[in-house]
């Protein structure tokens, strides 16, 4: 049981209020990313949870214990650092075995525990080398095994791949994955890519200011924002938000107090300019740049709404002044004032269309 | 002249134009630490060849003849009860005020490595000797020791201890000397260190707290391991520093008393420029020089190796 719970957390810096009323529930055996811009606080929840910061006020439960003002120690968390922070005069056995000479494992025990785990991370030929003559992907591999070898109720990862290449990274996500399914442990992993977040997560909580702003699936997340934050934060590129003013030629009469239209790169259409769309937003377009990925195409296109990104799936497009994009009606997000999403909105398709409410939400 | 032998010359010419450059080139970089050169030979080599030369002469430092005695110079030292007391007492006193100096400075470190004013203060408090002048400092303590009126004394009879002739018993004049020296040096030996600590990565003692390791193992398998090079360079520099103390001694004991705190340096001088017996001076200058020589290949050998060292 190592349910973790932070309940009306408040944590300030002198005067800056870094996390601000912060409630959340990370589930037994989840992995749940958190996951924001640089800044935003999420080091800061999760030195608090490991016990390396004390709350300014509220409470910190890990299963059915209150650990708000514990020891680290003994809270039965282990944290992988950014930067690792191994022990840097000690061998890559001592620093694996440093925590459970703490906990008085004997040393038979202790001798296989090393074994098991630096099989499992592929350290064995380098154990008695010290950090500094380890590859940054194989420092990461001594904290992670240093972590596992305590067997912890919890695991909290700070940012642990932003010092790795990206192959590296790539390979490691895929290993921590699967090390989390073999372990079934908690774990809490910090993050500030999107792309790492979405691929790793079975919950995300997205951060902005010491605030959540969400906190769901990686598909609901991703398909269905709560606010402009979200949906500008997810995706590769996110979700284009619109001025709805610019839009007011081309959009039906909308019931709500909209504020901001958004849709997503993918979901819009490079269209000729002279063709017609019924139940479409259509809009005449210039290409700016064309960025060609292989399977993918991401395009900047320029028009009286602004500046957008299309993303497309077929062969690249080699006309680029007369054009015009088109977005179905029912792939279109709608925010309010607040830049809060709205869910469910009638539109008016009189002109030239008969009335016909329909359901949006880009589902 | 033909067309073909002013081409010659011209050849010629250019080859011994060749020629020089290269030699430019490689006398070039003799010419530029030629005045480091002569400032090394004059100031350091010459003095200490000359040291050499006059430890195996007889010289009173005025007459003309410097007698050519060989090794004697050096037997006679070595047989010298008084010159194996002075020995020993450098080497009690050097390895004394080291081992004092660096323990109490590394515990005042580990407890001023801290943000707040009054650490600022302390670590400024316990510094400012460092900035006196050794003479200075001697006078001082001359009073703070004095048998009847010293502040020590004073401080001591509150709590019915009676007077210590500190300065004046031989059982007490070197470990008052080394008292001072442990004073003066403090400052700057816990400056040194609360640096050495600061250098150490913060989130090293946070991987240690969610280990639950506790303080002790922490300062034992942590901090002295990534503390290790300062404390090895404050040693060695602190053993040549104290091989070499002079001018306490001269001012607070003259060596005394019977002996008991004459050390190397002041011997030499005792030797040299009170009996005038130059070469024999000279002599113990000489073994003073082996004695620091050996230190410092120690230190750079050592320092190669076995300590730790950041990458
Ligand atoms: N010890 C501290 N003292 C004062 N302010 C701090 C301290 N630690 C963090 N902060 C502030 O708290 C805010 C959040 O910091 P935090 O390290 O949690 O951000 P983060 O979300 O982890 O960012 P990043 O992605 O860059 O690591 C920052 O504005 C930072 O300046
Ligand atoms: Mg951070």
């Given amino acids: 049981m190592a349910e973790i719970r932070l309940v009306n957390i408040v944590k300030k810096f002198d005067e800056d209020t870094v996390v601000n009323n912060l409630n959340l529930t990370i589930e037994d055996g989840s992995f749940t990313v958190i996951v924001g811009p640089s800044g935003c606080g999420k080091s800061t929840t999760l030195r608090m949870i490991a016990g390396l910061e004390t709350p300014t006020s509220g ?283 709205i869910r469910f909105i009638e539109i008016d398709r009189t002109a030239p269309q008969q009335p016909k409410p329909v359901l949006v939400g880009g589902v | 002249m033909t067309l073909a032998n002013s081409n010659e010359t011209l050849h010629r010419k250019r080859e011994q134009s060749a020629l020089s450059a290269l030699n430019w080139v490689a006398v070039r970089p003799y010419m530029m630490i030629f005045p480091a050169i002569i400032v090394f030979t004059l100031f350091f080599l010459y003095p200490i060849g000359y040291m050499i030369y006059l430890s195996f002469h007889d010289w009173n430092f005025v007459s003309p003849d410097k007698d050519y005695v060989g090794f004697s110079n050096f037997t006679a030292l070595l047989q010298d009860a008084k010159f194996q007391q002075v020995l020993r007492n450098t080497f009690m006193y050097s390895f004394a005020t080291v081992s004092l100096t660096i323990s109490i400075s590394l515990l005042l470190a580990l407890w001023l490595n801290k943000k707040g004013a009054m650490y600022g203060f302390v670590q400024g408090a316990i510094f400012s000797p460092h900035i006196i002048s050794l003479v200075s400092i001697s006078m001082l303590w001359m009073w703070i020791m004095d048998t009847d009126y010293g502040l020590l004394n004073w401080f001591l009879n509150l709590f019915g201890i009676s007077n210590i002739p500190w300065l004046t018993d031989p059982k007490t004049s070197l470990l008052s000397l080394i008292i001072v020296a442990v004073w003066k040096g403090i400052g700057y030996y816990t400056l040194i260190f609360i640096a050495g600590l600061q250098s150490i990565p913060k989130d090293i003692y946070e991987a240690a707290a969610l280990d639950d390791t506790s303080k002790v193992r922490t300062f034992f398998k942590l901090t002295l391991p990534m503390l290790s090079p300062t404390l090895f360079f404050l040693t060695i520099i602190g053993l040549i520093g104290s091989f070499q103390v002079f001018e306490t001694i001269s001012i607070m004991t003259k060596g005394g008393p019977i002996n008991s705190t004459n050390t190397i340096v002041y011997y030499i001088y005792e030797n040299g420029f009170r009996f005038f017996k130059i070469g024999y001076a000279s002599t113990a200058g000489v073994i003073l020089l082996l004695v620091v020589g050996v230190f410092t290949i120690i230190y750079f050998k050592l320092l190669s190796r076995k300590v730790h060292y950041q990458s």
């Avoid at chain 1, 514990?70 to 968390?77: A, D, S, T, V, W």
């Avoid at chain 1, 992988?80 to 890559?92: C, R």
């Avoid at chain 1, 195409?297 to 007369?322: C, H, L, Q, W």
Wanted: hydrophobic content about 40%.
């Fill in chain 1, 59 to 341: 409470e910190i439960w890990i299963g059915d214990e209150c650990v708000t003002n514990m020891e680290p120690g003994k809270r039965n968390i282990a944290m992988v650092f950014q930067n690792y922070a191994l022990y840097p005069t000690m061998t890559v056995r001592k620093n694996i075995e440093f925590g459970l000479v703490n906990k008085k494992v004997q040393k038979a025990e202790r001798d296989s525990l090393i074994q098991e785990i630096s099989d499992i991370v592929g350290l064995t030929d380098h154990l008695d080398k010290k950090p500094h003559q380890l590859s940054g992907g194989q420092r990461q591999r001594v904290a992670l095994a240093r972590a596992m070898v305590k067997k912890p109720k919890v695991f909290i990862l700070d940012e642990p791949l932003s010092n790795l290449d990206a192959k590296l990274r790539g390979q490691m996500r895929r290993e921590l994955i699967q090390l989390h399914k073999r372990l079934g442990t908690t774990f809490v992993y910090v993050t500030h890519d999107q792309v790492e977040a979405m691929s790793m997560g079975d919950q995300i909580i997205l951060l902005d200011k010491g605030v959540t702003q969400q906190m769901d699936s990686p598909m609901n997340m991703y398909h269905d924002p709560n606010n402009v934050f979200t949906a500008e934060f997810i995706g590769t590129p996110p979700m284009n938000i619109l001025e709805r003013g610019h839009l007011n030629a081309v959009l039906p009469t909308l019931f709500e107090d909209v504020k901001y239209v958004g849709f997503k790169p993918e979901h819009a259409e490079i269209i000729a300019g002279s063709e017609e769309r019924q139940d479409h937003v259509v809009l005449k377009s210039e290409i700016l740049t064309t960025e060609t990925l292989g399977a993918e195409t991401i395009y900047t296109v320029s028009n009286a709404a602004g500046m957008m990104n299309v993303k497309r799936f077929d062969t690249p497009i080699e006309e680029t002044n007369d054009v015009q994009i088109a977005i179905p009606y029912e792939k279109l997000y709608f925010f309010d004032g607040q830049e809060e999403r």
